[in-house]
C-alpha cells in the first residue's frame, strides 16, 4: 500500500521553538518536495530534492532546513527564523526523469502548523 | 510576479451542468500543464494534466484544453456531481526540471444538488 505519510496532522509550537515536520514515501520515487499553503492561496515551494543527499531551495526557504539522507525521507525544520509559520505543510514526491516528460507529484496529507 | 494564475477564486455550478475552470500563465517555458484536485484539510490529488504539443486531454468526465498562444488553459467537468466539490490548482512546469511545478491560487468549485 504505497503512499505518502506526515507526521503529526496537527502541531503547536511555541514562539522561538524549531520544529521538525515527518514526510516519508514508499514509492520509489527520486524526487520530493515540501509546500507551504495558506487560506486562499495557492502552494508556495519551500524546498525540493531530487535525489539523496542534494536539495534546493524554492520560492520561500527562509526560516526552513531540509535534509534528505534516505531516499524515503525529507524531513522539514521550521526553524526560529522563520516569522510567520502558522500554515499548512505539504510533502509531495515524484517519479524524476528529466527531459522525457511530466511527472505528476503525489501529495502526504498535510501537518497544520500553528504556532502559539 | 506570479506566473500561474487563476482569476476565479471560486465557482457554483448546479448539478449536472458544465463547470469551467480557467488557468492563465506567463512563462512560455512551461510545457506540461496539470490539475489537481483538493479537499479540505487533505493533500491535493492528481486529476489531469496535458503537454504542450497537445491541445486537448480527455479524461472521463474532465477535458483539459490549452491554448498556448494566448497561454491559457481550461478544464471543463461534464457533468458535475456534487463529489467535484473541491478546490482545483492549476500547476505548470518545464521539461528541463519535470515535477517541480508552479502553481495556481486555486479555484473552489460548488455544485450545487
Given at each position: 500500500d504505497g503512499g505518502i505519510t506526515q507526521s503529526p496532522k496537527y502541531l503547536f509550537r511555541k514562539e522561538g521553538q524549531n520544529v521538525t515536520l515527518s514526510c516519508e514515501q514508499n514509492l520509489n520515487h527520486d524526487a520530493m518536495y515540501w509546500y507551504r499553503q495558506d487560506p486562499g492561496?495557492?502552494?508556495?515551494?519551500?524546498?525540493?530534492?531530487?535525489?539523496?543527499?542534494?536539495?534546493?531551495?524554492?520560492?520561500?526557504?527562509?526560516?526552513?532546513?531540509?535534509?534528505?539522507?534516505?531516499?524515503?525521507?525529507?524531513p522539514l525544520t521550521v526553524t526560529s527564523a522563520q516569522k510567520n509559520p502558522t500554515a499548512f505543510y505539504l510533502c509531495a514526491s515524484s517519479l524524476r526523469t528529466p527531459g522525457s516528460g511530466y511527472n505528476e507529484?503525489?501529495?502526504?496529507?498535510?501537518?497544520?502548523?500553528?504556532?502559539? | 510576479d506570479q506566473q500561474v494564475k487563476q482569476n476565479s477564486p471560486s465557482l457554483s455550478v448546479q448539478e449536472g451542468r458544465i463547470?469551467?475552470?480557467?488557468?492563465?500563465?506567463?512563462?512560455?517555458?512551461?510545457?506540461?500543464?496539470?490539475?489537481?484536485?483538493?479537499?479540505?484539510?487533505?493533500?491535493?490529488?492528481?486529476?489531469?494534466?496535458?503537454?504542450?504539443?497537445?491541445d486537448k486531454n480527455e479524461d472521463g468526465r474532465f477535458t483539459?484544453?490549452?491554448?498556448?498562444?494566448?497561454k491559457h488553459l481550461s478544464l471543463h467537468i461534464v457533468?458535475?456531481?456534487p463529489g467535484?466539490?473541491?478546490?482545483?490548482?492549476?500547476?505548470?512546469?518545464t521539461n528541463t526540471n519535470a515535477g517541480k511545478s508552479t502553481f495556481g491560487d486555486g479555484t473552489t468549485l460548488t455544485v450545487k444538488p
Open positions: 492561496q495557492g502552494l508556495r515551494l519551500i524546498y525540493y530534492s531530487q535525489i539523496v543527499n542534494d536539495f534546493q531551495k524554492g520560492d520561500i526557504a527562509e526560516g526552513y532546513s531540509v535534509s534528505r539522507e534516505k531516499k524515503e525521507s525529507f507529484q503525489f501529495f502526504g496529507p498535510g501537518t497544520r502548523l500553528t504556532v502559539l | 463547470s469551467i475552470l480557467n488557468c492563465d500563465y506567463t512563462n512560455s517555458m512551461f510545457d506540461y500543464f496539470l490539475w489537481y484536485k483538493k479537499y479540505p484539510a487533505e493533500g491535493p490529488t492528481f486529476l489531469i494534466s496535458i503537454s504542450s504539443i497537445k483539459v484544453f490549452l491554448n498556448k498562444s494566448a457533468p458535475s456531481q467535484d466539490s473541491a478546490v482545483y490548482f492549476c500547476a505548470a512546469s
